[in-house]
């Protein structure tokens, strides 16, 4: 799952999904990938601050002198260094949707488990390297969650699922409630492409079937 950077966010950010079912949430700058300087000032910022605590592991060494917290240099983090869900692997996720300009305390991704909740998720403000849930599990798929469409602007998420069905569910202000269940397919779903512009869903199955779903928006946003 990708999402570019844009304005808003001039960031590269990614979502991907481990064979253990961990999902884990990239955020790394343009520059870090494009500019070799900033790649090298990155670097020798590093390699500085390794050589100033072996430097205060000597002294440490030789004196009991006491460390203080401002005696240190600032912690550094690496922009390769993801984010993970509160509990790592533990809803076992199938699929996953994730919000490119999301800022800190917005729902900025949702989750799918093999258990068929849906879950949402925010930036936390305490802790940088964990996603907090947003609300409780959202109940109403009967089996895993395979595929999530999402439209945060508008507010907007389907997913689909081993129970043959897709969802229809509605965002505001960070609580979710569902809009519709959609049901055609006999067999899982597999992949959902959808536009809220147009209001129209295009949906693959283990069926062997396409279907094209109008979701009835009465939206003008963005896909």
């Known amino acids: 799952v990708m999402g570019w950077g844009s304005e808003a966010n001039p960031n590269l950010r990614a979502a991907t999904i481990s064979v253990d079912r961990e999902v884990l949430f990239w955020d790394v700058p343009w520059e870090e990938l494009t500019d070799k300087e900033v790649r090298e000032a990155r670097r020798k910022s590093q390699l500085e601050q390794a050589e100033f605590m072996r430097e205060l592991r000597k002294s440490m060494g030789s004196s009991s002198v006491m460390l203080k917290e401002e005696d240190l240099p600032p912690p550094q983090r690496s922009p390769f260094e993801p984010r993970r869900l509160a509990d790592g692997s533990a809803f076992k996720t199938r699929a996953v949707a994730?919000?490119?300009?999301?800022k800190e305390g917005q729902v900025c991704a949702?989750?799918?488990?093999?258990e068929g909740t849906l879950h949402a998720w925010r930036f936390s403000d305490e802790n940088w390297e964990r996603l907090e849930e947003n609300c409780d599990p959202i109940l109403g798929h009967s089996d895993q969650i395979t595929a999530i469409?999402?439209?945060?602007?508008?507010?907007?998420?389907?997913?689909?699922s081993c129970d043959c069905t897709l969802r229809l569910w509605s965002v505001n202000l960070g609580?979710?409630?569902?809009?519709a269940v959609l049901t055609g397919h006999t067999g899982s779903i597999r992949t959902i492409?959808?536009?809220?512009?147009?209001?129209r869903a295009l949906t693959s199955s283990a069926d062997d079937t396409l279907r094209i779903w109008s979701l009835g928006l009465a939206r003008s946003g963005d896909h």
């Open 175 to 179: 609580f979710v409630s569902e809009e």
């Open 149 to 160: 469409w999402a439209c945060f602007r508008e507010g907007v998420v389907l997913s689909g």
């Open 110 to 114: 949702f989750s799918g488990s093999l």
């Open 193 to 199: 492409f959808a536009c809220s512009k147009v209001s």
């Open 98 to 102: 994730f919000h490119p300009d999301a």
